[in-house]
């Protein structure tokens, strides 16, 4: 039930003014210009009218009062409607009491309060939707609006006769649906537009992920060889230096005991009388052989340490030959990368920008093909050279040791031949010289041993760091598996047992596998696997995100169904309670004849859009559709007339007015605002439309702006309108007998 309508500032209603609405019939008159009418507007302007045509206006700030040259003008327009909802007719609201509230200020900006508290348009017009009240504005109809409902095209009546049915919640919920099915279709493409985009990144980055798997196979496969190879040739190196060590000790005691006994017959001799030019040529030819071997064991060292660097660069060549044969791990500078995208950006020809990136490729090919190759090339080429030029000087310190032996055995036998005693020391020089040339024989070879060993071992520790870049510390657990195995002699004697050529097959199927790693891009590729994760997960996200959406699609597809088949149903039942109401009100108006409302369809053309490849729409040729609406069929009685278009102005009247207190009759609004709605009735219509107002008043609060005294007699309340010469409309109250004398 309404219970009052406040008003501040709105229009004509400079100052705040109150009606209180505790009769079913409140009747509200005043002279032309008054601006009674203002309060019919009121109510529209509250309950969320959006139309500045409806409410006599262009902009907001014309709803606002303007002035005066006795009163100011406003701010802003305030309108306020209390409802009555003790009975529980706005349901899950949990107020007794509905207070809605608008407010426009003068920027334009409007506001819309429900009990104190700021919501939106759409919330007021939800709410208002289940008392039956919307924007079609069938509950309130103003001077001049009565025949809109007959004027109406078929469509235009067929939305007001839902709105009134109330079954605009209805068709606002399908549309709002159908928004919803659109954005969500949107989105359906612009995921599928997304997935697509990543489509080929997935595939590449799956590809390069499944390399990284081999890779990181092949690493675990590698690193346990690895650890095996290192672990048997860190074995037989540790059994290698004690062997050599056993062999070399004696050696070098009798050496050292032989050198003793050298230089106390050197000094024997030296000390002589008896001294002579062959002693001296003895001593000398002893010292500069010494010297001799001396340099001779320097030269091969550094022999040793040439065939080490060879070797390093005969392994560094075989990784870029590797590296070579695997296209993938070459790489360009960004730099220069960016710097040729600039340059192709100038090329308007295709096969310009072709040969652009065939030279691009070929220079960085060459230059990444050959630029460590030869330097590694230049390098032991060099070395070799100084190899050579070290094993020459070793060749002639043979040659010269040659010559020092003949010269050493002249003097020995010329010696020999004296059968002098005192040649004693000579003779014992010469005896421990050949002892010492044997054990300096054996020391040598133990000597080879060593070097060789030392390069076998050096390319141990090569290995170690070598795998130490290529597959981290996890190399290193051999050392501790050797320490175990110390005390396993059995174990060790097995291995140590293995031929040299075991390991040696086992060296060269490890530099296999090392290639095939290096070629796979070596045990990285942890950003690359985090990538495709990430990539994948997005993808899968997009998958499960483009899923939902199809769901939600789907039930949007069947609620939007629903809600037409029940918009169907209901706008059906509702058309033929109406036609059993607008007949009897027909009948009440013009003594007989028939009135009905019937669905008619009709066709409308539209432009048909299709989507093409590239997301774009193609306009094609227009379509037919078909649409209902709603047509009305009149017959008066005792007359041939047929058809709204052959009614005179008061029969047009009369239908519009019961056709809509018939739709009002179906679903009831807790109120009606008709605002001079019987201005063209003569005084027997009058009596007619003041029955039909009473028979309204059960079911709705009727508010009755009216110059019509049968109309006013009808009325419980009456207020009255009046307006000064400062331009501010005021009310008066007129008690119920007042209003009948008035009236009379």
Same mark, same amino acid.
């Given at each position: 039930?309404?219970?009052?309508?406040?008003?501040?500032?709105?229009?004509?209603?400079?100052?705040?003014?109150?009606?209180?609405?505790?009769?079913?019939? !409140?009747?509200?008159?005043?002279?032309?210009?008054?601006?009674?009418?203002?309060?019919?507007?009121?109510?529209?302007?509250?309950?969320?009218?959006?139309?500045?045509?409806?409410?006599?206006?262009?902009?907001?700030?014309?709803?606002?009062?303007?002035?005066?040259?006795?009163?100011?003008?406003?701010?802003?327009?305030? @309108?306020?409607?209390?409802?009555?909802? !003790?009975?529980?007719?706005?349901?899950?609201?949990?107020?007794?009491?509905?207070?809605?509230?608008? @407010? @426009?200020?003068?920027?334009?900006?409007?506001?819309?309060?429900?009990?104190?508290?700021?919501?939106?348009?759409?919330?007021?017009?939800?709410?208002?939707?289940?008392?039956?009240?919307?924007?079609?504005?069938?509950?309130?109809?103003?001077?001049?609006?009565?025949?809109?409902?007959?004027?109406?095209?078929?469509?235009?009546?067929?939305?007001?006769?839902?709105?009134?049915?109330?079954?605009?919640?209805?068709?606002?919920?399908?549309?709002?649906?159908?928004?919803?099915?659109?954005?969500?279709?949107?989105?359906?493409?612009?995921?599928?537009?997304?997935?697509?985009?990543?489509?080929?990144?997935?595939?590449?980055?799956?590809?390069?992920?499944?390399?990284?798997?081999?890779?990181?196979?092949?690493?675990?496969?590698?690193?346990?060889?690895?650890?095996?190879?290192?672990?048997?040739?860190?074995?037989?190196?540790?059994?290698?230096?004690?062997?050599?060590?056993?062999?070399?000790?004696?050696?070098? +005691?009798? #050496?050292?005991?032989?050198?003793?006994?050298?230089?106390?017959?050197?000094?024997?001799?030296? &000390?002589?009388?008896?001294?002579?030019?062959?002693?001296?040529?003895?001593?000398?030819?002893?010292?500069?052989?010494?010297?001799?071997?001396? =340099?001779?064991?320097?030269?091969? *060292?550094?022999?040793?340490?040439?065939?080490? +660097?060879? =070797?390093?660069?005969? *392994?560094?060549?075989?990784?870029?030959?590797?590296?070579?044969?695997?296209?993938?791990?070459?790489?360009?500078?960004?730099?220069?990368?960016?710097?040729?995208?600039?340059?192709?950006?100038?090329?308007?020809?295709?096969?310009?920008?072709?040969?652009?990136?065939?030279?691009?490729?070929?220079?960085?090919?060459?230059?990444?093909?050959?630029?460590?190759?030869?330097?590694?090339?230049?390098?032991?080429?060099?070395?070799?050279?100084?190899?050579?030029?070290?094993?020459?000087?070793?060749?002639?310190?043979?040659?010269?040791?040659?010559?020092?032996?003949?010269?050493?055995?002249?003097?020995?036998?010329?010696?020999?031949?004296? &059968?002098?005693?005192?040649?004693?020391?000579?003779?014992?020089?010469?005896?421990?010289?050949? %002892?010492?040339?044997?054990?300096?024989?054996?020391?040598?070879?133990?000597?080879?041993?060593?070097?060789?060993?030392?390069? %076998?071992?050096?390319?141990?520790?090569? %290995?170690?760091?070598?795998?130490?870049?290529?597959?981290?510390?996890?190399?290193?657990?051999?050392?501790?598996?050797?320490?175990?195995?110390?005390?396993?002699?059995?174990?060790?004697?097995?291995?140590?047992?293995?031929?040299?050529?075991?390991?040696?097959?086992?060296?060269?199927?490890?530099?296999?596998?090392?290639?095939?790693?290096?070629?796979?891009?070596?045990?990285?590729?942890?950003?690359?696997?985090?990538?495709? *994760?990430?990539?994948?997960?997005?993808?899968?996200?997009?998958?499960?995100?483009?899923?939902?959406?199809?769901?939600?699609?789907?039930?949007?597809?069947?609620?939007?169904?629903?809600?037409?088949?029940?918009?169907?149903?209901?706008?059906?039942?509702?058309?033929?309670?109406?036609?059993?109401?607008?007949?009897?009100?027909?009948? #009440?108006?013009?003594?007989?004849?028939?009135?009905?409302?019937?669905?008619?369809? /009709?066709?409308?053309?539209?432009?048909?859009?299709?989507?093409?490849?590239?997301?774009?729409?193609?306009? =094609?040729?227009? &379509?037919?559709?078909?649409?209902?609406?709603?047509?009305?069929?009149?017959?008066?009685?005792?007359?041939?007339?047929?058809?709204?278009?052959?009614?005179?102005?008061?029969?047009?009247?009369? !239908?519009?007015?019961?056709?809509?207190?018939?739709?009002?009759?179906?679903?009831?609004?807790?109120?009606?605002?008709?605002?001079?709605?019987?201005?063209?009735?003569?005084?027997? =219509?009058?009596?007619? /439309?003041?029955?039909?107002?009473?028979?309204?008043?059960?079911?709705?609060?009727?508010?009755?702006? !009216?110059?019509?005294?049968?109309?006013?007699?009808?009325?419980?309340?009456?207020?009255?309108?009046?307006?000064?010469?400062?331009?501010?409309?005021?009310?008066?109250?007129?008690?119920?007998?007042?209003?009948?004398?008035?009236?009379?």
């Amino acid at each position: 039930m309404l219970k009052s309508l406040e008003i501040s500032g709105f229009k004509s209603f400079a100052k705040k003014t109150e009606l209180g609405f505790k009769s079913q019939i !409140t009747a509200i008159v005043g002279p032309n210009g008054s601006g009674k009418s203002n309060v019919a507007e009121a109510f529209r302007f509250c309950l969320g009218e959006q139309s500045m045509k409806s409410m006599r206006g262009k902009r907001g700030e014309d709803l606002i009062w303007n002035g005066s040259a006795e009163m100011a003008r406003a701010n802003r327009a305030q @309108v306020k409607i209390i409802l009555d909802n !003790t009975k529980d007719f706005f349901q899950n609201v949990g107020f007794e009491e509905i207070i809605i509230e608008r @407010v @426009v200020n003068r920027d334009g900006g409007n506001e819309y309060y429900l009990n104190g508290s700021l919501v939106r348009l759409k919330d007021i017009i939800e709410l208002l939707s289940q008392a039956h009240i919307g924007a079609s504005g069938h509950h309130i109809i103003s001077q001049g609006e009565a025949d809109r409902i007959l004027s109406a095209n078929i469509k235009e009546r067929k939305e007001m006769i839902e709105d009134a049915l109330g079954l605009k919640i209805y068709q606002y919920k399908r549309e709002e649906s159908e928004r919803k099915l659109l954005k969500t279709e949107d989105n359906i493409k612009q995921v599928e537009s997304l997935r697509r985009e990543i489509a080929p990144h997935i595939k590449f980055l799956k590809k390069q992920v499944e390399k990284v798997e081999r890779a990181e196979e092949l690493r675990l496969k590698l690193t346990k060889f690895y650890r095996e190879y290192l672990k048997r040739e860190q074995i037989y190196l540790e059994t290698e230096k004690q062997k050599i060590e056993t062999e070399k000790r004696p050696v070098m +005691e009798k #050496l050292k005991m032989l050198e003793k006994e050298m230089e106390e017959a050197k000094e024997i001799l030296d &000390k002589s009388s008896k001294k002579d030019g062959k002693s001296k040529e003895l001593l000398d030819v002893e010292n500069e052989i010494k010297e001799k071997r001396e =340099n001779k064991d320097r030269l091969f *060292r550094e022999i040793g340490k040439i065939e080490g +660097e060879i =070797n390093a660069n005969a *392994r560094n060549m075989r990784k870029i030959e590797a590296e070579m044969r695997s296209e993938e791990s070459k790489m360009v500078p960004l730099k220069e990368v960016e710097e040729l995208e600039k340059e192709i950006s100038l090329y308007s020809e295709i096969t310009q920008i072709i040969q652009k990136i065939r030279d691009f490729i070929g220079k960085h090919k060459a230059n990444f093909e050959n630029k460590n190759l030869k330097e590694l090339e230049e390098s032991s080429i060099d070395l070799e050279k100084n190899k050579i030029k070290t094993e020459e000087k070793i060749i002639e310190i043979n040659q010269e040791l040659r010559k020092l032996d003949s010269k050493y055995g002249e003097i020995k036998n010329s010696i020999e031949k004296e &059968k002098d005693t005192e040649r004693d020391a000579e003779k014992n020089i010469f005896k421990v010289s050949g %002892e010492m040339s044997e054990a300096r024989g054996k020391l040598d070879l133990i000597n080879e041993k060593i070097y060789r060993l030392g390069m %076998e071992e050096n390319d141990w520790k090569r %290995e170690i760091q070598e795998g130490g870049v290529l597959l981290g510390t996890a190399i290193l657990g051999f050392e501790a598996e050797v320490l175990i195995q110390e005390n396993h002699s059995a174990e060790i004697d097995t291995e140590v047992s293995e031929s040299r050529e075991t390991q040696e097959q086992r060296r060269r199927e490890l530099e296999k596998m090392k290639i095939r790693l290096e070629e796979l891009g070596g045990a990285g590729g942890a950003e690359m696997m985090k990538e495709y *994760r990430e990539t994948a997960e997005r993808d899968e996200f997009l998958q499960k995100e483009l899923e939902d959406l199809k769901n939600s699609a789907k039930s949007l597809e069947i609620l939007i169904k629903d809600l037409v088949e029940k918009l169907d149903v209901e706008f059906k039942q509702g058309i033929e309670k109406i036609n059993q109401k607008f007949q009897d009100f027909f009948v #009440l108006m013009f003594g007989g004849g028939t009135a009905e409302l019937k669905i008619e369809n /009709y066709k409308l053309k539209i432009r048909n859009r299709e989507e093409n490849g590239n997301d774009l729409f193609n306009i =094609n040729e227009e &379509k037919e559709t078909s649409e209902s609406g709603i047509d009305i069929d009149v017959s008066l009685p005792r007359k041939r007339t047929k058809g709204l278009d052959m009614l005179s102005g008061g029969e047009r009247a009369l !239908t519009s007015i019961a056709l809509l207190f018939a739709v009002s009759q179906v679903n009831p609004p807790p109120f009606i605002v008709l605002d001079e709605t019987d201005a063209a009735l003569d005084e027997a =219509n009058s009596k007619k /439309y003041g029955d039909m107002i009473e028979s309204l008043s059960k079911v709705s609060q009727l508010i009755l702006i !009216t110059h019509n005294r049968e109309t006013m007699s009808r009325a419980g309340v009456i207020y009255g309108v009046t307006m000064g010469r400062d331009g501010v409309s005021r009310l008066l109250s007129i008690a119920f007998d007042e209003a009948v004398a008035v009236a009379k």
